[in-house]
């Protein structure tokens, strides 16, 4: 009977250290996923004011502003999926 516990107790052990890490791998999954989709948002907003009618705005900017802006379009491109090319 002493033997049965123990082996019931490990197999619970066992689950429990797979829900551990089951847990924490979709943690990761889902800030990782969050922060992807917020910076694709992020793109796609900034995109459209480039191109509405303050473009001229943008394109008049310098200084930290300008190479903010820059960076900010270097970290979009890499972040937009390549379009198929007919």
Not at 25 to 37: G, M, N
Request: charged share 25%.
């Amino acid at each position: 009977m002493a033997f049965l516990n123990r082996v019931v107790y490990a197999k619970i052990w066992e689950l429990i250290v797979l829900l551990v890490v089951i847990i924490a791998i979709a943690a990761v999954y889902r800030i990782y996923f969050s922060r992807a989709v917020a910076l694709t948002q992020v793109c796609e907003r900034l995109a459209e004011i480039q191109n509405d009618e303050v473009a001229d705005m943008f394109d008049k900017l310098s200084g930290d502003a300008a190479q903010w802006l820059k960076e900010v379009n270097r970290i979009c491109e890499v972040r937009r999926p390549m379009k198929e090319q007919p």
